[in-house]
């Protein structure tokens, strides 16, 4: 699939920002890692972050396997964004805009990495570490679970980061 089909059916979600890069111009930061197990509550706690991802050279050489990496945002306005289940709330929206992306612009691409934004919540209780994930389908680890900062992208391709007070904005990113 050409770029062109891909920027044509993806004018039928309501992505706010995208762009196209190569996976060799990601910086991977050991820090980024350091921070997800020092501040995240979430670190050891879901097969979608680290260490359950693997290191970072593991996860390094998971993205580098694509030619190809598209990245999109969504945003949605709140009254509060300070109120964590309002923000939640957002996110679920978010994630199924991705599946249909998933499904419908990219359905041809049988391999292909999905990154999101937080930790997966699928299950009310990840399955983590006493058994293997319970939806590896519908698993995203989050971007910064592969040490990649999304600031760090988003700089290089004029794609913006804040949005406004109370607005969330929501970052996929698909290799392929
Ligand atoms: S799908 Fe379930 S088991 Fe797998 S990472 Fe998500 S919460 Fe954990």
Known sequence: MTRENIEKQITEYPIFEYAF????????????????????????NSWSCPPAVGTLDECQARC????HAFIFSTISEVNDILNMDEMLATRCEHLEIVEAIKA?????????????????????????????????????????????????????????????????????????
């Open 21 to 44: 890069f190569d996976p060799s111009e990601i910086n991977f930061y050991p820090a980024v890692h350091t921070i997800c197990q020092l501040e995240c509550p979430q670190y050891g």
């Open 64 to 67: 580098l396997d694509y030619q």
């Open 104 to 176: 419908n612009v990219f359905g041809k691409y049988d391999n292909k990495l999905i990154l999101t934004a937080e930790s997966c919540a699928v299950c009310e209780e990840c399955a983590y570490p006493d058994a293997v994930c319970q939806h590896p389908e519908k698993m995203y680890p989050c971007v910064e679970s592969h040490a990649i900062s999304v600031t760090d992208i988003c700089e290089k391709h004029n794609l913006s980061f804040l949005n406004g007070y109370n607005v969330i904005t929501w970052f996929g990113m698909i290799f392929f």
